[in-house]
């Protein structure tokens, strides 16, 4: 694709990044063909390409309306277009850039700034919205139904942390809702790692992403930074790596090196823990042999498992939970379109519900069909946006896993 930049853009990293991805670019279309949003609305500027459009746009000098950003608001940033691409357009990197310079330019409705400026600085912090979680469930019946769905009905017990007791050990990030609405996830990796060997270490905090997604770029720079902060003196102590229970945690962190690569005091680093960084699914695979003997005759469900986006699509580890769950003995029943999004993705089923809800509804569809007994994620963030639309028990694959370990 040809490009025009104008100086005061393309003088700059981010002006240098984007022209190389949109000279990547052959507008072939392919990207469309996967894209949820594309599907539901039928919009050329609902579409990857479409929005790739509007972002060349900007960058050569057009105006930025409401308009613009509207069509990058509704994208979900799945990143499916880019398992699409037969190109390799880096079409997440460019919508990070084309977002930064709407934010700046556009104003955004009163409301509208109200809403993402608590969403972004409520959920990070786990314990003021854990107490919120347990009031709204306390008072259950009273709150308006569009919440009242979104309300879990309990919250499961973690159960037992093993102590550290291994010479081999990695950190877990505990995130910043998980802990509040699922516990069970880090503690029955913590107990699984255990049986095998490795002790894990929980870390607390926010990974970045949450403020990074709305319109919060420097803040949520800075949230990585306190992490990189929190992780390093675990790598000088020589730990072997960080471990993602949530997957949309992990891509991020993967991607540390490249949204710190300006900063000359946390680059290196941040390089470092993004390629030490691995999805549970990852460790535990390292390890198969040794989970299989400690699940020799015990009887396994027949499971429908939801491939979270930023597992199959960010980080390109499309069908390796699956691989594990199967050689474990699960029975998975056959998915339709599994490489569709959910309409969870972060914060998007709070900033754009009706999408989210048409796109929930036909995962949940697609989900039920093969008749499962329950159904497996690897995101709390899908995990707790399908459970509300469906009767099955819905879980994090480790934690149906660790429950069924032989004693």
């Known amino acids: 694709m040809q490009t025009n930049l104008v100086d005061h853009i393309k003088t700059t990293p981010e002006g240098r990044e984007a022209e190389s991805i949109l000279r990547t670019c052959v507008h072939c279309g392919f990207c469309n063909a996967t894209c949820p949003t594309y599907q539901i609305l039928g919009d050329e500027l609902d579409g990857p390409r479409g929005r790739i459009y509007l972002i060349k ?10 308009k613009t950003q ?7 940033t799945c990143h499916a277009c880019e398992t699409t691409c037969p190109s390799g357009v880096r079409y997440g990197h460019l919508l990070d850039i084309g977002r930064r310079l709407v934010a700046d330019r556009v104003e955004r409705s009163r409301r509208d700034k109200a809403t993402r400026w608590v969403i972004a600085t409520f959920l990070r912090h786990t314990a003021l919205f854990g107490q919120a979680l347990r009031v709204g469930m306390a008072v259950r019946p ?19 942390w093993p102590a550290p007791r291994h010479a081999r050990r990695w950190v877990a990030l505990g995130g910043c809702v998980q802990p509040a609405l699922s516990p069970d996830i880090n503690a029955a990796a913590a107990r699984l790692l ?41 790598v000088e102590q020589g730990v072997e790596g960080f471990v ?68 199959q699509h960010w980080q390109k580890l499309r069908a ?88």
């Not at 255990?194 to 919060?216: M, V, Y």
């Not at 030490?276 to 990852?282: F, G, N, P, V």
């Open 70 to 76: 509207l069509h990058l608001d509704r994208c979900l």
């Open 142 to 160: 009273l709150v308006p139904e569009v919440m009242r769905k979104k309300l879990p009905a309990a919250i499961p017990s973690a159960g037992p």
């Open 194 to 234: 255990d049986r095998l060997g490795i002790s894990l270490i929980e870390a607390n905090g926010c990974c970045g992403a949450l403020r990074f997604h709305l319109d919060h770029q420097a803040e949520g720079r800075e949230d990585m930074r306190r992490m990189v902060d929190a992780w390093w003196p675990h």
């Open 320 to 407: 390796l939970a699956e691989d594990l769950l199967h050689g474990f003995g699960y029975e998975l029943t056959t998915v339709a379109d599994a490489h569709l999004c959910c309409g969870s993705a972060g914060t998007y089923s709070l900033t754009q519900p009706e999408l989210s809800e048409q796109l929930k509804r036909n995962k949940v569809t697609a989900l039920e069909a093969g008749q499962p007994e329950v159904i497996l994620s690897a995101n709390m963030g899908c995990q707790t946006h399908i459970a509300t639309a469906t009767g099955l028990p819905v879980k994090h694959w480790i934690v149906d896993l660790e429950a069924r370990l032989k004693s």
């Open 244 to 311: 993602m229970t949530s997957t949309g945690c992990g891509a991020t962190v993967r991607e540390y090196g490249r949204l710190l690569k300006d900063d000359p005091a946390y680059a290196a680093k941040a390089e470092r823990i993004g390629s030490m960084t691995r999805d549970l699914s990852e460790v535990i695979a390292a390890e198969r042999g040794r989970v299989a003997a400690l699940l020799d005759g015990v009887p396994m469900p027949r499971v429908a498992f939801h491939p979270p986006c930023t597992l």
């Open 57 to 66: 746009q900007m960058l050569e000098g057009a105006s930025v309306t409401e």
